[in-house]
């Protein structure tokens, strides 16, 4: 998958871009559809939970 192919989540606008657009830092990403790119923070918001549920045992 080629940049202008992937998508992003953009951190400092909060929606969703395809292709060339902010800067990596500003955005998380690539995904391969768009709803990936849209749900990022619900899906890092999970991931973290996990994280922290375990290092809790």
């Known amino acids: ?3 202008d192919d ?3 989540f953009c951190l ?3 929606r969703v871009e395809h292709g060339a657009g902010c ?3 500003d ?3 690539p995904y ?3 709803n ?3 749900n990022a923070l619900q899906h890092a918001r999970e991931r973290n939970e996990q994280w ?3 290092n809790d045992d």
């Open 6 to 8: 992937a998508w992003y």
């Open 12 to 14: 400092k606008h909060m």
């Open 36 to 38: 990936e790119a849209a």
């Open 27 to 29: 955005r998380m990403g």
């Open 32 to 34: 391969q559809t768009e």
């Open 23 to 25: 800067p990596d830092r």
């Open 52 to 54: 922290e549920a375990k």
């Open 1 to 3: 998958m080629s940049d």
